[in-house]
């Protein structure tokens, strides 16, 4: 190498990024030992920003552009530099570019279950993930540069997403906890949760020098052993009678292929199930006559059906017959009441459960409007 070349590459003409990368919030001019020369031109790319540090301290500023780097272009450096008059030799400076683009289809989620008392089944534990996006604040990239990044020339999401998504779980459990949403009602506020979300963890962001710019909540799931449950749950409900599912079932074999023969042993076994069954009806019954007459001791007597009962959106319960009928007396039960006992399919209102109804034959039904 020429002593000519030697000299024209320790001088930098062009300083600019061009980022190959999709994941880097800053990069550091390598100067090296290179030196800045008078009038060397500066490239700043839209969704980027120009710092040039000085010793140490932040100087000047720029935001999407082509510079000229003289003393007019460089106010604060100048001061620093004492440059009065304008200056004619190279000098060096560090120049961070800070990339102010959207960074989209950030990944967060819940790293534990969450537990939360449930109106409906009570204490349980919920999972939820979700994506978001966000972008350096250009209004003041210096924020960001010297609480986060400090002396790193190359800095990438993996140094950051971690934090953020601490930030946005920590505050989307509190916001679920305020709440107080039932699980099966969640699905139905994606959106409000999402815009709650938001708005708690602008500050903390701000914080970062980072502005958030969509949160999104995808999905929050049951633990898998209650959803087997609620599964089961809503099987029963769709089943409803078990006769007219048995017949469709059988009439379903038949038509995929099923031949009489397997069809004539699936009735077989439902007629000895239901013989069997009223023959252990039978067997109690007579058993029973047996001690009436002998004048042994009675059986016990049957245990009287227990209900919960719904009150301002709070279960209460279980309460027998004799308790819910003083309840009704006192107004305390009413015929809108919503109440369920084991076996009932869903809550019911006091006076279409057969069962409660009766405690209300005495009393008026409510006036007209």
Do not use: C
């Amino acid at each position: 190498m020429g002593l000519w070349d030697k000299l024209t590459n320790e001088f930098i003409d062009i300083i600019e990024w061009l980022d190959p990368t999709n994941d880097t919030l800053v990069w550091r001019f390598p100067r090296y030992q290179n030196e800045i020369k008078n009038g060397a031109k500066l490239i700043v790319r839209e969704s980027q920003v120009a710092v040039f540090i000085n010793e140490g301290k932040v100087a000047d500023i720029f935001k999407p552009g082509t510079y000229e780097l003289t003393t007019q272009n460089l106010p604060i450096l100048s001061t620093l530099r004492g440059w009065k008059y304008g200056f004619n030799s190279p000098f060096k400076a560090e120049v961070y570019f800070i990339n102010t683009k959207q960074f989209t289809n950030q990944k967060w989620g819940t790293k534990n279950p969450l537990m939360l008392r449930d109106p409906e089944f009570g204490p349980m534990r919920l999972r939820a993930f979700g994506s978001y996006a966000f972008r350096v604040n250009a209004e003041d990239p210096t924020r960001f540069l010297t609480e986060i990044v400090g002396t790193d020339g190359d800095f990438n999401m993996d140094e950051i997403n971690e934090q953020l998504r601490n930030v946005i779980a920590s505050r989307f459990a509190d916001i679920l906890g305020e709440a107080k949403i039932p699980a099966l009602d969640l699905v139905s506020n994606y959106d409000e949760l999402s815009r709650f979300i938001t708005e708690r963890i602008h500050d903390d962001f701000n914080e970062y020098g980072l502005k958030v710019t969509k949160l999104l909540v995808e999905n929050i799931s049951l633990p898998p052993e209650v959803e087997a449950a609620l599964d089961k749950r809503t099987s029963m409900g769709v089943i409803g009678n078990l006769n007219a599912y048995t017949q469709f079932q059988m009439a379903n074999g038949l038509e995929k292929g099923g031949s009489g023969t397997d069809a004539a042993s699936m009735g077989m076994g439902f007629a000895m199930a239901n013989q069997m069954a009223q023959n252990m009806n039978l067997n109690q019954q007579s058993f029973g006559n047996v001690n009436a007459n002998a004048g042994g001791t009675p059986p016990p007597l049957p245990a009287s059906a227990t209900f919960f009962i719904a009150v301002n959106g709070q279960q209460q319960g279980p309460f027998d017959m004799n308790k819910l009928k003083e309840m009704a007396q006192q107004g305390a039960l009413t015929r809108e009441t919503l109440v369920w006992k084991q076996g009932m399919a869903a809550w019911q209102k006091a006076h279409e459960v057969s069962d409660v109804s009766p405690l209300f034959a005495s009393m008026p039904p409510p006036l007209p409007g």
